[in-house]
């Protein structure tokens, strides 16, 4: 089974800066395109969308632009946007001139929950609806009420939940988390990504840790709303590219051949046109 991987990081600390990375820990360096293609290649990855990284504002469009060239098998990129800044209009037009760029995010996991709040920043967001282009929604287990409402005031644009909401797999976490998302599942212009909940989870974790938390993704999206995402390298804080994959495919082995085939590719390829 083929897969495309759509939360592909790539840090190159000699052309971008990163002012989150001082607190990182081991992902403080470099992690380039060919260490990633290497693993992947082993795997059954075919295709990955680079996701920005949350560099210095001066740097996201440069960003963008490297990442559409960095390496044959990053075949698009989710670029960085700052929609609550009355230049996103201009921003936009720029970036969506550019081949390749297949959707939009703006952190908000870290960010004042009231950042996507404004009347600024929701009206920016509506403009991605008419160029067909997704928003990828990063926001914490406990901003998913948040999140929800940013969805519902912007319904003619796709949304992708990053990371499963961010639950605490560790503390194996289930509600409320699970109830939020039951809520948010509800609303039609929002797909949930697969992807990132190894670094919730201890360096301990195990595939039964995460089969609650990914099987109540898929039970409430559906299989035609989820994707999958490695979160390479943020994973390495508790595994390898390799193990989560494999404990992807464990998950989701006694799907059909088809419903895996959207999970692993198919539904990426629809929503970031790919």
Not at 2 to 11: A, F, G, K
Not at 44 to 49: D, F, H, P, Q, T
Not at 185 to 206: E, H
Not at 245 to 263: H, M, N, P, Y
Request: hydrophobic content about 45%.
């Amino acid at each position: 089974m083929r897969i495309v991987d759509t939360h592909l990081h790539l840090v190159h600390m000699d052309r971008f800066t990163y002012p989150w990375l001082a607190g990182a820990g081991a992902l403080n360096r470099a992690w380039p395109a060919q260490a990633y293609a290497s693993e992947a290649a082993k795997l059954g990855i075919e295709a990955a969308l680079h996701m920005e990284v949350d560099v210095a504002e001066a740097d996201m469009e440069a960003e963008a632009r490297f990442a559409l060239d960095v390496n044959r098998l990053v075949v698009g990129a989710i670029a960085a946007c700052r929609p609550e800044s009355p230049d996103f209009p201009a921003y936009l037009d720029r970036l969506t001139a550019l081949e390749g760029v297949k959707g939009f995010r703006r952190i908000l996991h870290t960010s004042p929950d009231e950042l996507s709040q404004s009347d600024l920043f929701r009206a920016n967001l509506r403009r991605l609806a008419d160029r067909q282009l997704p928003f990828d929604l990063c926001v914490l287990s406990k901003q998913l009420p948040i999140g929800r409402a940013l969805i519902a005031s912007c319904p003619d644009v796709q949304f992708v939940l990053d990371h499963c909401g961010v639950p605490d797999v560790a503390a194996k976490a289930l509600d409320p988390w699970r109830r939020e998302i039951t809520a948010l599942a509800a609303l039609p212009n929002v797909a949930a990504k697969i992807s990132g909940i190894v670094a919730y989870a201890g360096s301990d974790w195990t595939t039964a840790d995460l089969r609650p938390f990914v099987e109540h993704i898929i039970e409430s999206f559906g299989w035609d709303r989820i994707v999958w995402g490695s979160d390479y390298p943020v994973l390495t804080l508790t595994a390898d590219l390799a193990r989560w994959v494999g404990a992807t495919r464990e998950i989701v082995a006694g799907a059909s051949s088809d419903e895996q085939a959207k999970l692993f590719h198919r539904n990426a390829e629809r929503i970031y046109r790919v």
